[in-house]
């Protein structure tokens, strides 16, 4: 049961309204999440003029001591297989490329219909390319917690849901700077709230990242960008005065397609748990260990 206004935050409900829960706490959870949180660019090149075409998003992992990005398969599908490529991985101006050829494409699943699913998969990124990414960003270590998410998942009630991604809508084309003819700024965003529409469905499950459009949120109208983000639980607690403290923030699926807009709201859906702990994990397992 769920009172009005109160935040879960262990098996029992505490009479916080999210209102009440300071701006600053959310910033931090957003940050630590935003930490795995990575874009992939497309360069092309126009009359003699590189540009970037953003491709989606996706999350750094450790799996088993394989570093790379898990994602929407169709954000795959859609990189070219030689050139370079460009990651999103710094809020300050940077150019890191890499090679198409370098990375490994590893197939998850991918389904007929892109409303239902399945659509996910792993790049795995080359040795060289690996301690740049470790001095920006971090991978978030998936076998740590494998056993105790598979078999004791926390409930889906507890603390808040989060879904980190780089919505292309936002991106912004701005002039000269430091030697760049041209700069692309893009937004790493990270809205909090609440899933629904659990289930699973053959080998894969599935969550819906509940979005509302209303005078105090303003969601992108698009998700487009987002596509391979990650999706997150964010456990909270309370410290000896009764502040909400961040307990742990656990990535808990992959979004791939965005519902129709309809009364003003919409479902990201994504990938669940057993997705990545189980079916992602194996996967990469057997092809890389």
């Not at 859609?78 to 940077?94: C, P, T, V």
């Not at 809205?191 to 303003?218: A, M």
């Not at 960008?225 to 403290?245: F, N, Y």
């Not at 791939?256 to 079916?279: M, T, W």
Request: hydrophobic share 35%; aromatic share 10%; glycine share 10%.
């Amino acid at each position: 049961m769920r009172r009005k206004g109160g935040v879960v935050i262990s098996d029992t409900i505490i009479d916080i309204n999210i209102t009440d829960i300071p701006s600053e706490f959310f910033e931090s959870a957003a940050r630590r999440i935003i930490n795995y949180l990575i874009g992939i660019v497309k360069i092309i090149e126009t009359e003699g003029k590189e540009d970037v075409v953003l491709m989606g998003s996706g999350t750094l992992v450790d799996i088993n001591g394989v570093f790379g990005i898990i994602t929407a398969q169709h954000v795959m599908d859609a990189l070219q297989s030689d050139g370079n490529l460009g990651f999103i991985i710094s809020e300050k101006l940077h150019r890191p490329l890499i090679e198409a050829q370098a990375l490994v494409h590893t197939r998850i699943a991918k389904g007929n219909n892109p409303s239902i699913g399945p659509d996910l998969g792993f790049i795995k990124l080359p040795n060289t390319s690996i301690g740049l990414l470790k001095a920006l960003k971090s991978f978030y270590n998936v076998s740590k917690s494998r056993e105790r998410i598979l078999h004791e998942p926390p409930d889906n009630d507890l603390g808040f849901w989060c879904l980190s991604g780089i919505p292309d809508e936002k991106t912004l084309t701005e002039g000269p700077s430091r030697g760049f003819e041209t700069v692309k700024r893009f937004l790493e965003y990270c809205p909090f709230g609440r899933t629904s529409n659990y289930h699973i469905l053959g080998e894969f499950d599935y969550f819906d990242f509940d979005v509302s459009y209303n005078e105090k949120t303003q969601p992108p109208i698009s998700f487009g960008g987002v596509s391979g983000g990650g999706l997150w639980q964010v456990l909270i607690g309370q410290d000896e005065k009764g502040r909400v403290i961040l307990k742990e923030s656990i990535l808990s699926g992959v979004a791939f397609y965005e519902s129709p807009l309809v009364n003003d709201k919409r479902a990201i859906k994504c990938h669940g748990r057993r997705s990545i702990y189980k079916q992602a994990y194996d996967k990469v397992e057997r092809e890389f260990c």
